[in-house]
């Protein structure tokens, strides 16, 4: 209750006096003083201004702040009741003040007491020097407790920046996820309008064609629906005016014109645009589709570092960003490290430093990772480029030098941990630059390193293509073998 009162004793002070508000004020900018501290306040100037943040407050008369009005007055007969409460604590037996402390008893006691047969041959001492000893010890006792406050506080902190940095993380994620995916919307609207469009094309060349044809073949139906119906007409006529137009009806007879050629018209090529339709536009979609072999893992990155491009691009900020505590991160080192391990076969990846003035790129094992303070003994093979000169090394801060003839605008790293080796090569000039030999029996992974604010590191796509699908001609005649059995 004491600690609830000295709490809520802040909240009621006055900020002019620093004592309890009396008869306190609201003004419109919804500070409160006491009314005779705010008119001692305006006493020698011309504008009525709120003492704390300076804004002119409104209307002539002072508005009384009811509500902490009556707050001030529960609190202050509050405190005045346990103040009273405490001076008037008398001995219960003799109902007299309490003076001393039975140290066998552990108790107040009064004079009376002390004679008392009770307390026969007891140890006292002054209340006021015990309640002091003792306070002193519970003061050295409270304060690990203080402490652990400070900690459980502190690791709160933590978390509720955690909270809001994994909502911050997964709506920058969904924008980007809704943004690829848009990308392939588009393609995919583009792929079906074009290939709609080749349809209606197709459709309207064969319907072309098929109206041609139509059409001329109605001028030959007029024509000799006409010569039909004139010798109709003739074969009706009475005898003499029939033999009279024989000749000349004979001749109508007679027709010159090539019958209708009795092959199909040419029909929708359905085979062409149905035919792997899905696998064709997935062939397609290639050229708009990177893949890269390592992806880096923004939960590891150094604050300084900004990752962009889908992850595969490493930016060197002016400023670190706020990232809540987190194991995972180099905080000495501006690195990241690639989203995968590694702990069998072969794997390769390519980096371009461009003109970077400091770098590092190779491979980290997994305990030197998770116990960073040792990064400069073991665990951390790579090259790298640092005031102007090459180096390999073991370690992120000990660099051995190479001597190299080209300067390296891009780093090969090839890793046979099966082999027991990770090479390093410049691929624009297809040389080698260093290799490692080690036994590895943990997980590695990738591990990169920019100082460089003026230059990014990059890791190059891979180039992709859909490779012929054949048929073992074995298999396939053994196939028809069987079926004609």
């Not at 890269?292 to 570092?305: E, F, K, M, Q, S």
């Not at 000169?389 to 000990?398: A, N, P, Q, T």
């Not at 190479?402 to 390093?424: N, T």
Request: aromatic fraction near 8%; charged fraction near 25%; proline fraction near 3%.
């Amino acid at each position: 209750m004491a600690s609830w009162l000295a709490l809520f004793e802040d909240y009621l002070q006055c900020p002019v006096c620093h004592d309890v508000f009396r008869d306190p004020v609201l003004l419109t900018c919804s500070h409160s003083f006491c009314k005779l501290c705010l008119e001692q306040s305006w006493e020698n100037t011309d504008t009525r201004k709120c003492p704390l943040c300076r804004r002119s407050s409104s209307g002539n008369q002072l508005c009384c702040n009811r509500v902490l009005k009556n707050l001030c007055e529960a609190f202050e007969q509050e405190s005045d009741r346990r103040a009273s409460a405490e001076a008037e604590i008398l001995c219960m037996l003799h109902n007299k003040k309490l003076t001393h402390y039975c140290l066998e008893n552990k108790q107040p006691v009064c004079v009376e007491c002390q004679s008392s047969e009770i307390h026969n041959k007891h140890c006292f001492k002054l209340l006021d020097e015990v309640a002091m000893d003792l306070k002193l010890d519970l003061k050295d006792k409270l304060a690990p407790l203080k402490e652990r406050l400070k900690l459980f506080k502190n690791a709160k902190h933590t978390c509720v920046q955690t909270e809001q940095y994994i909502k911050c993380q997964t709506h920058y994620t969904e924008c980007l996820i809704r943004h690829e995916f848009e990308k392939i919307h588009q393609f995919l609207w583009d792929e079906e309008a074009a290939s709609v469009a080749a349809l209606r094309e197709e459709e309207e060349r064969r319907v072309h064609s098929v109206t041609m044809k139509i059409t001329e073949m109605n001028k030959n139906i007029c024509v000799l629906s006409d010569k039909v119906s004139v010798v109709e007409e003739e074969i009706k006529a009475n005898n003499v005016l029939f033999l009279q137009n024989h000749e000349e009806t004979v001749k109508r007879t007679e027709c010159e014109m090539k019958n209708p050629e009795n092959s199909s018209v040419s029909l929708i090529d359905v085979a062409h645009h149905l035919g792997n339709l899905k696998f064709r536009v997935w062939e397609k979609m290639l050229s708009i589709i990177n893949y890269t072999p390592v992806i880096l893992d923004p939960n590891t990155a150094h604050p300084c570092l900004h990752l962009t491009d889908n992850l595969t691009r490493i930016e060197v900020q002016t400023s670190s960003s706020e990232v809540p505590l987190n194991p995972l991160i180099f905080s000495e080192y501006s690195s990241v490290l690639g989203s995968e391990g590694y702990d069998s076969g072969k794997h390769c990846w390519e980096i371009q430093v461009g003109n970077s003035s400091a770098w590092a790129v190779g491979v980290i094992s997994e305990s030197a990772y998770k116990h960073k303070e040792i990064l400069s003994k073991k665990g951390l093979w790579h090259i790298g480029y640092y005031k102007g000169k090459y180096g390999h090394g073991l370690s992120d801060e000990v660099l051995i030098p190479i001597k190299l003839k080209e300067k390296l605008q891009r780093v090969q790293v090839l890793l046979d941990l099966d082999g027991g080796c990770v090479s390093f090569l410049n691929p624009v000039n297809e040389t080698h630059v260093y290799t490692f030999v080690h036994t590895f029996t943990e997980r590695v992974y990738p591990y990169f390193c920019n100082a460089c604010p003026e230059e990014a590191l990059r890791i190059i796509p891979v180039e992709l293509s859909v490779k012929e699908i054949s048929v073992d001609r074995n298999r396939l005649q053994n196939f028809k073998k069987n079926w004609t059995q």
